[in-house]
């Protein structure tokens, strides 16, 4: 089992930055790949982002490309989503989430750890 808590989430103005943390417990993180996804109501979770063990391959949505880097510091146990130049479409509630392989995934099915989740809000 893995055990995942997020946070860093809040309100902020359009083109501002927020840093989401993701700390994770139980079984060897560095040995998860690890993702972000986000949802807001009446829609269904989206990916975001993810990076594998190694932290070497990374994916992200389009929407996100260029403004969203994820990261991971395997000595810590915590995955990070910083993301710079938010825009109101940015608004979801963000989850991290941990799959058993050291290989990434851009498919939510992939995923067997969820957190909770962290509510990132965008004013215009």
């Known amino acids: 089992q893995v055990q995942l808590v997020e946070s860093g989430g809040g309100l902020v103005q359009a083109g501002g930055s927020l840093r989401l943390s993701c700390a994770a417990s139980?079984?060897?993180?560095?040995?998860?790949?690890m993702g972000w996804f986000r949802q807001t109501p009446g829609k269904e979770r989206e990916f975001v982002a993810a990076?594998?063990?190694?932290?070497?391959?990374?994916y992200y949505a389009d929407s996100v490309k260029g403004r969203f880097p994820i990261s991971r510091d395997n000595a810590k146990n915590t995955v990070y989503l910083q993301m710079n130049n938010l825009k109101p479409e940015d608004t979801a509630v963000y989850y991290c989430?941990?799959?058993?392989?050291?290989?990434?995934?851009?498919?939510?099915?992939?995923?067997?750890?969820w957190g909770q989740g962290t509510q990132v809000s965008v004013s215009s």
């Open positions: 990076v594998s063990w190694s932290a070497v391959i990374k």
């Open positions: 989430a941990a799959r058993a392989t050291v290989v990434a995934s851009v498919s939510i099915s992939e995923y067997s750890y």
């Open positions: 139980g079984r060897t993180f560095s040995r998860h790949a």
